[in-house]
């Protein structure tokens, strides 16, 4: 960065810098006063969010997440999220960088193929494809199963996970593969003892992307579950919302609860994050 | 040590044909260097060795026992790549261990192997350093000491100096040919650098578009160049050759030989000695000096427009842009192709 500070400086003119400031200032306090809204509210009792919406708590009570916890099942419901969202990232690691490896290092007619057909996949999203989900769903008796939600969830997340994959593994040279084969190595073995190690930046990207994705997930399992003990917390959430419609205290907690988890992902993992889009960079 | 035979060789993609006829016999413990312009398929030809590319016809030997069907690692060739090829997450130790890993080889004698390779190469300091702590020289010697540990039949170097600086490159080389003389093992080298070529090599292959041009020593390639191409990439700078009808009939009466009126005729700059213009063999224009301390390359363009140097004692120039200087060689040294580019005396 301090580097690129100078020339950045030189580029552009002291105006343009100073709009571009205010805006990434007003864009960013704009984003974040909304969270820390809910976030000091949720502290509030009930009698003091009813007095005034905006002010911040006079008296910080944990209360709202006590009984929201309980109210809401939270327990049940994480289960079920932490359950949906780890498996699908380990399959979807598993496979994207399986396929990432074909398509980057094993090229041929038919892989270039497949790697369109996955490609594909990026266009396509779940709202979009939620009701041949449910038709098949039902007809295949995986309605109201927790496979009925692991399958989809594994299927949506894999295309963009193959991309990232896809992309890293291309940058890694082709001469590391090629004396792994001159040193006697399979292309199981090459996988396993250099790709896998090699592209644990786009592994620890892929992971935050397809967990966060299955965490913030809503309209498959609102659609395909009527039973409440495979629900996620996404869908506890709304249907807190339903029950407690002007407790904003509870429902406030609900929300933290719901995204503590994603917050505490993204404040460990940035660097890897970073890491992994700067992919292709890589120098043997 | 092992013997290399390559009979009719050819590599094609698709319909495009890159590799064509390739007839090579490298004998047990010999260097030799393929050496051509870019794209010419000296990479290839050594990929092919190594098995990393199928041939499309012809046999690869390696030891008398024909490879076209084994897999690399089982050729017994080790091979040094351009970019090294290390894999950075491994230590240097991991690295040179990886290939007796994958053979099954028992802990001790691995350890024994990487130990004494890397006393060899001066870099068992390192062992325990990943490739990206290493400088590029010390990566170069971590590759060379990866190759050495499977004690191959067969050494492949794919332009191993050309991520060097020129001091090192002068360094390594040495330190390569040395390794040569030391382990006694076949090795191929691959470079477009004819330096490496001329001080490295027991034989020169000379490649162009997919084809071999000439094999033999360097001296041979310099002294009795086969065809017009091979005296211009052997040699720095390159030769200079004369093809105008008018300059060829006063070369041919002052060197006095028989010339045809589509020969070319070849004279390296080494060759070319200041004279009085009036008993020239070629004189020219002079348009520029270039100073070396050990010597001069003076640039000029004779009468019929051709461009060409000669290479004279240091300050022996003092002539002006555009002054007209003459210059003889020695029968000897005058080289003619005839009208296909081929050596004709």
């Not at chain 1, 779940?126 to 927790?146: C, H, K, M, Y």
């Not at chain 2, 070849?266 to 224009?285: M, Q």
């Not at chain 2, 010597?295 to 004692?313: E, N, R």
């Amino acid at each position: 960065m301090s580097r690129q500070s100078p020339s950045v400086r030189a580029i552009v003119p002291w105006p343009f810098r100073i709009a571009a400031w205010v805006i990434l200032f007003g864009f960013t306090v704009f984003t974040i006063c909304p969270l820390v809204w809910v976030l000091y509210t949720s502290f509030k009792s009930q009698s003091e969010i009813m007095r005034s919406l905006i002010a911040p708590p006079l008296v910080w009570t944990l209360d709202n997440y006590r009984n929201a916890w309980e109210l809401g099942e939270f327990s049940g419901l994480f289960f079920n999220s932490f359950l949906y969202s780890t498996v699908t990232t380990v399959i979807v690691i598993l496979l994207s960088v399986s396929a990432g490896f074909a398509f980057a290092k094993i090229p041929s007619r038919k892989t270039r193929l497949w790697y369109s057909f996955f490609l594909v996949g990026l266009l396509i999203t779940i709202s979009s494809s939620i009701v041949p989900i449910f038709v098949a769903e039902t007809w295949l008796g995986l309605d109201n199963t927790r496979l009925g939600i692991l399958i989809p969830y594994v299927a949506f997340n894999i295309s963009f996970a193959v991309y990232l994959a896809v992309a890293y593994i291309r940058g890694i040279h082709d001469e590391i593969i090629e004396a792994a084969k001159l040193d006697g190595a399979n292309y199981l073995g090459i996988y396993r003892q250099i790709i896998l190690p090699m592209a644990r930046p786009i592994i620890t990207t892929i992971a935050i992307f397809t967990f966060h994705a299955c965490w913030i997930e809503y309209v498959l399992v609102y659609m395909i579950s009527s039973d409440s003990s495979i629900r996620t917390v996404q869908v506890g959430v709304s249907l807190l919302n339903g029950r407690l419609a002007f407790n904003y205290g509870f429902l406030f907690a609900a929300i933290v609860i719901a995204t503590l988890p994603l917050f505490i992902l993204f404040v460990f993992f940035r660097r890897h994050l970073q890491a992994g889009f700067s992919m292709g960079s890589m120098k043997g | 040590m092992a013997s290399l035979k390559l009979r009719n060789v050819a590599k094609s993609y698709g319909t495009v044909q890159v590799m064509s006829g390739i007839n090579l016999s490298i004998g047990d413990g010999k260097l030799v260097v393929f050496v051509g312009p870019s794209g010419c398929g000296k990479s290839t030809l050594l990929r092919m060795i190594a098995g990393l590319e199928e041939i499309t016809s012809g046999t690869i030997s390696i030891g008398g026992e024909v490879v076209n069907d084994v897999i690399p690692s089982q050729r017994g060739v080790a091979m040094v790549f351009q970019s090294y090829a290390l894999y950075p997450h491994m230590t240097v130790y991991n690295n040179m261990a990886f290939a007796l890993r994958q053979a099954g080889s028992a802990q001790d004698e691995i350890d024994r192997r990487v130990r004494a390779a890397a006393e060899s190469l001066q870099i068992k300091d390192l062992l325990n350093r990943h490739p990206r702590q290493l400088s590029g020289g010390q990566r170069q010697r971590v590759a060379i000491g990866r190759a050495i540990v499977r004690e191959p039949e067969v050494f492949l170097f794919d332009e191993p100096l050309s991520n060097l600086d020129a001091a090192l490159r002068a360094q390594t080389r040495v330190e390569i040919a040395e390794l040569h003389a030391r382990l006694n093992t076949t090795m191929i080298y691959v470079t477009h650098d004819q330096v490496e070529a001329l001080t490295l090599a027991d034989n020169i292959v000379v490649l162009n578009n997919g084809r071999v041009e000439q094999v033999g020593t360097p001296m041979e390639l310099y002294h009795c160049p086969a065809n017009k191409f091979v005296a211009g990439f052997i040699g720095s700078p390159q030769m200079n050759f004369f093809s105008d009808e008018a300059e060829l009939n006063r070369l041919a009466s002052v060197l006095r030989i028989e010339l045809e009126e589509t020969s070319t005729l070849g004279v390296r700059p080494e060759h070319l000695f200041l004279c009085d213009a009036g008993k020239s063999f070629v004189s020219g224009a002079l348009r520029i000096v270039e100073q070396f301390g050990e010597y001069d390359l003076a640039y000029l363009t004779s009468k019929g427009g051709v461009d060409f140097i000669a290479k004279v004692p240091p300050e022996s120039i003092r002539g002006e842009r555009g002054q007209i200087l003459g210059f003889t060689a020695v029968s000897e040294h005058v080289h003619v192709f005839n009208e296909v580019g081929l050596r004709a005396r």
